[in-house]
């Protein structure tokens, strides 16, 4: 795939390779960066949920041959730029890390199958943990336009962690920040917690991203309550459009274990569906 503006395939949206340009690349802790491109608009028809394929550049002799998914934490057709929030791990992401001001930047998206906000919902819930705070953003702006009422759980090792609190606050009144350190986020007291709101609020539908142990307890509560959920779940991946089958996971439907590729099928996916891994 070359050239600034290829359209690689058609879905429901069409799928772009450009070459953006860096405009911030700005440290959020000793481990997070916070990444804000400027992308032509017709990349920007973007799913909350959805993810961009990156393709990491060079960085001290280190050539990544392949892209990273990273979902996409924000986005303004208007302003034209989209925005990633990424953790510094590995060799791309470290190489991802280098970027400055003015770099050029290729990308390729938006990718994959995002959240479904059912026009029925009046009030949901976001149980976020670690970088799924980032791929959950779109969501909770999403329902925000839509008048839609949000409680949002935040989820982090400690509160240095706990990333996008503002953005989420100028969104609702009904933020909970819990961590690791104090032991609020063990899973007894998340799930005493999102039972009281369950029994306060009536919630309509839970949405989460970025943790086993919290999928595990989301299916167990939305299948008490009887009601859906949507979980987006991260995989590694090779094409990024489910033709190498490298992110291949396993689904329990209608009681038989299905294999689907979470980047063309999923990323998202229904709660009742989706396997603790």
């Not at 804000?36 to 990544?64: M, R, W, Y």
């Not at 299948?223 to 689904?251: R, S, T």
Request: aromatic share 8%; charged share 20%; with cysteine.
């Amino acid at each position: 795939m070359s050239g600034e503006n290829c359209m690689v395939k058609e879905s429901r949206n069409k799928i772009y390779e450009v070459n953006t340009k860096v405009i911030s690349n700005t440290l959020v802790n000793n481990n997070y960066k916070h990444l804000i491109l400027s992308a032509p608009s017709e990349v920007l028809d973007i799913q909350p949920g959805q993810f961009f394929h990156l393709k990491c550049p060079n960085f001290e002799d280190t050539i990544s041959f392949l892209r990273r998914p990273m979902s996409v934490y924000q986005y303004s057709k208007q302003q034209r730029k989209i925005e990633f929030l990424y953790k510094v791990q590995g060799k791309g992401t470290t190489a991802m890390s280098s970027l400055k001001h003015r770099d050029h930047f290729n990308i390729v998206g938006p990718l994959g199958k995002g959240f479904k906000l059912n026009k029925k919902y009046k009030n949901i819930l976001i149980v976020a943990r670690g970088v799924g705070l980032a791929t959950l953003a779109p969501l909770a702006n999403s329902a925000f336009e839509k008048k839609i009422n949000l409680t949002i759980i935040c989820s982090a090792r400690s509160k240095e962690y706990l990333m996008s609190i503002e953005l989420f606050k100028s969104l609702t009144s009904s933020v909970v920040t819990i961590t690791d350190d104090d032991n609020s986020s063990s899973v007894d007291n998340l799930e005493v917690l999102i039972n009281q709101l369950m029994q306060n609020r009536k919630i309509d539908a839970i949405f989460t991203c970025g943790s086993s142990r919290i999928l595990k307890l989301l299916k167990k509560i939305c299948k008490d309550y009887n009601i859906p959920g949507q979980v987006a779940l991260e995989q590694q991946m090779a094409c990024g459009i489910g033709m190498c089958f490298c992110c291949v996971k396993p689904f329990s439907i209608d009681g038989k274990v299905v294999q689907k590729r979470v980047c063309c099928e999923g990323p998202v996916f229904n709660i009742s569906e989706a396997l603790p891994w």
